[in-house]
């Protein structure tokens, strides 16, 4: 059972470029998240995508936009990239279980993306 | 956005020693998880927590989702060498679906 896998690994690119993300989630997922994690800070939630739509949205500035396809793979986009946008881009999958007292809700990360911004 | 306070903020043990570190946020959770990450990994998912008073273990490490839904508790017993790396709580609340994480407890173990 494959996990979740992103791509690519690492990235480098000049202020004012675009970059996109890819993510696949966990077999079984129906929903994908993505954070943002600076040097040694804990990750920081940038949106979360289901039924192919953005259900939920952290605070980071509309130059970050995503997508959820139809097999439930999503992508991030970055508009006109800063130098404070590099980061580790880390995607994650998660879907609702059904406990015996309560729903579940377990979420899992990939390897993430390493964007380095010059 | 919000993060939740964990502490300590690092750590530095002798193997074989056990270790414990908490997470408090100002707001309700429903949900918490703990995450280990290494590093250039993604977080690594180690326990889920749903109710509140709730203690639940996975080998070592033993989880707790705290009384008032505002803190949870991680200890790790007997260390190893292995269990080096950084240390999150992410907690969840019914009001929303995304997942606030701590500013982590980074782990040393002196072999």
């Known amino acids: 059972d494959a996990g979740v896998t992103q791509s690519p690994t690492h990235l480098i690119k000049t202020r004012g470029q675009q970059v996109t993300l890819r993510c696949s989630p966990k077999s079984g997922h129906d929903t994908v998240s993505w954070y943002q994690q600076a040097l040694g800070q804990g990750p920081q939630f940038i949106f979360q995508y289901y039924e192919e739509e953005e259900r939920q949205r952290g605070n980071f500035p509309d130059r970050f936009s995503g997508h959820q396809f139809p097999n439930y793979s999503s992508e991030l986009n970055v508009n006109a990239l800063l130098l404070g946008d590099s980061a580790l881009y880390l995607c994650a999958s998660s879907s609702v279980g059904t406990g015996v007292f309560y729903p579940t809700y377990e979420q899992y990360f990939g390897p993430g993306t390493r964007l380095t911004v010059t | 956005g919000q993060q939740l306070n964990q502490s300590p903020q690092s750590m530095f043990i002798q193997e074989g020693e056990d270790v414990s570190m908490n997470c408090t946020s100002s707001?309700?959770?429903?949900?918490w998880l703990w995450y280990k990450q290494e590093p250039g990994e993604g977080p690594v998912l180690l326990i889920a927590?749903?109710?509140?008073?709730e203690l639940t273990s996975n080998g070592r490490l033993t989880a707790q989702f705290g009384i008032t839904r505002k803190d949870s508790f991680l200890n790790i017993s007997a260390s190893i060498p292995s269990d080096v790396g950084i240390y999150f709580c992410?907690?969840?609340?019914?009001?929303?679906?995304?997942?606030?994480f701590g500013t982590g407890t980074s782990l040393t173990v002196i072999p």
């Open positions: 707001s309700i959770f429903n949900t």
């Open positions: 927590l749903y109710k509140a008073g």
């Open positions: 992410a907690g969840r609340s019914n009001t929303g679906n995304q997942f606030y």
